[in-house]
């Protein structure tokens, strides 16, 4: 099964990816590792259970070996500055005349960092909030959250960090469109999105404790609403990675990494795409 093309991996992981830099020669490509953890990001397969003679044209890596280069590299951090190298010199990709924002629930077989009972899903579950551009694109993930609490827990914290992860990876924030459900009717995301002059397009919620009066009621574009479908799309590639379809995985860097390797499978499959209408 291949995720990405082998000239893509050489071209565009590879060079950001800190290989040791030993002296002693390589027994394995270093594509073909990448491959290996490509493979069990699509699968969902146990590490154990890798195909190592299948996924290695010469003599093969054992997957200890295939699971300490991606653990090494989560826990330096190399996945999420691959994804933001990557946003950076592919901008020209995404469509950023409207960003979607959005929660999702992800069951958590083995428990774990950021693990709570879920009433909803009759399960532990982890929370997370996504942001995606126009065309369902993600653009980034905050820190996932315990799965008892909703999607506005600690919102102003949490959508501070997207703006940042947005800001380092150069794309600006004045004047974007954000649409979202009205779940997120809450005055500190407004208050928040004013501060970075970011347009909020948010139906009202009249369950909310924040709008009093019906003088409070903020504009909506309903056709720039329509736009926010785009997020559910991003929702069905996402669970196309069976490895983020269910967690488990107990430290949070690891679940963090496998993500920002799928939204690199997921803008890189973009590359050499002819334009659409």
């Not at 996945?79 to 469509?95: E, G, N, P, S």
């Not at 960090?161 to 794309?171: P, R, S």
Request: glycine share 6%.
């Amino acid at each position: 099964m291949e995720v990405l093309p082998k000239d893509i991996i050489v071209t565009w992981l590879l060079p950001h990816l800190p290989f040791p830099a030993t002296g002693r020669r390589r027994r394995v490509a270093p594509a073909e590792v990448v491959g290996a953890i490509l493979y069990k990001l699509k699968t969902g397969c146990q590490w154990r259970w890798l195909p190592v003679a299948a996924l290695f044209s010469g003599e093969p890596l054992s997957w200890q070996g295939v699971y300490c280069h991606f653990h090494t590299w989560s826990k330096q951090g190399a996945w999420k500055k691959l994804w933001l190298t990557l946003l950076r010199l592919h901008r020209r990709l995404l469509d950023l005349s409207s960003i979607q924002l959005d929660g999702s629930h992800t069951p958590a077989k083995n428990g774990g960092t950021a693990v709570g009972y879920q009433g909803r899903k009759a399960a532990r579950t982890t929370n997370a909030l996504f942001v995606a551009d126009n065309q369902g694109q993600p653009l980034g993930v905050a820190t996932p959250q315990a799965g008892q609490h909703h999607d506005t827990f600690q919102l102003a914290e949490v959508f501070a960090e997207l703006c940042a992860l947005l800001k380092e990876a150069g794309l600006g924030l004045d004047g974007l469109f954000l649409n979202a459900d009205k779940a997120f009717d809450v005055s500190s995301l407004r208050l928040a999105c004013a501060r970075h002059d970011i347009q909020v397009n948010i139906p009202r919620n009249r369950r909310a404790t924040d709008w009093q009066t019906d003088d409070d009621t903020p504009l909506l574009d309903p056709e720039l609403y329509r736009r926010r479908l785009v997020i559910e799309q991003l929702n069905a590639w996402l669970d196309s990675f069976k490895t983020l379809l269910v967690r488990f995985e107990t430290c949070l860097h690891t679940w963090l990494a496998f993500h920002w390797l799928a939204f690199s499978v997921l803008l890189l499959r973009r590359i050499g795409r002819p334009p659409t209408s």
